[in-house]
């Protein structure tokens, strides 16, 4: 079965400084990949994905990751973060599209001015 | 467009006691799913839904009963609540063409005593 690890919990940054948020997937097989974001009190919602075609994937507010089948990983990156970019943020895995949708446990991005 | 919602958004529960939390979508989504957020954890998958009148168990069904009569509604019902099920709920949807892409409500905070 598919697994996602995302090693930080919490990953404190400055406004404007760089951020990147790790995520690993274990799978022996072909996989989507997707990062959620998570605003305070709010449901989840879909920042970008990995389907197929051009590994780099972009988010409409600057965010991008790159999905690295070597290295199983799927890290989001963002060169100049804001303080609205403060959200926790979930990496996630399936191998058919829906039901199998697996979660890792978050990480939480604070940004200070 | 309401999206996906759900009822209620705080429940205080005594042991032992039961209840139904309501989710509804307007969207016509053929898959709907049910997802627990425990700190530490991520979300995990209680019971998901592929149309009506078809459910399936996700990762961690014990305790929940769902049920799925029309397109547009899924209750999630907890038959003998229990403090381990202290948690925040969220029902998601997702059409049926795109993989992984889910469509979350706002959250059901459960407390149970």
């Known amino acids: 079965a598919q697994s996602v690890t995302q090693l930080d919990s919490q990953v404190p940054v400055f406004e404007e400084a760089p951020v990147e948020l790790r995520c690993n997937y274990s799978s022996s097989v072909s996989v989507y990949l997707f990062w959620y974001v998570q605003y305070p009190n709010q449901g989840l919602q879909l920042l970008l994905k990995y389907l197929s075609g051009s590994t780099l994937v972009e988010s409409i507010n600057g965010f991008e990751a790159e999905f690295n089948k070597s290295q199983t990983s799927f890290h989001l990156r963002k060169p100049s973060v804001h303080i609205s970019d403060t959200a926790e943020y979930f990496c996630?895995?399936?191998?058919?599209?829906?039901?199998?949708?697996?979660f890792g446990t978050g990480t939480r991005l604070l940004v200070s001015p | 467009n309401a999206g996906v919602t759900q009822t209620p958004k705080f429940q205080v529960l005594k042991t032992g006691q039961s209840m139904t939390l309501q989710c509804a979508q307007d969207?016509?989504?053929?898959?709907m799913s049910w997802y627990r957020q425990d700190p530490g954890m991520g979300l995990r998958l209680i019971h998901y839904?592929?149309?009506?009148?078809?459910?399936d168990q996700g990762e961690v069904p014990n305790g929940y009963n769902v049920s799925r009569s029309t397109t547009e509604d899924f209750p999630l019902r907890l038959l003998s609540a229990a403090p381990s099920q202290t948690s925040v709920y969220f029902c998601?949807?997702?059409?049926?063409?795109?993989?992984?892409?889910?469509?979350f409500g706002e959250g059901s905070r459960l407390t149970v005593l």
């Open positions: 998601a949807s997702q059409r049926d063409r795109e993989p992984g892409e889910l469509f």
């Open positions: 839904s592929v149309g009506a009148g078809i459910t």
């Open positions: 996630a895995v399936t191998l058919t599209g829906f039901q199998k949708l697996v």
């Open positions: 969207m016509n989504h053929e898959y």
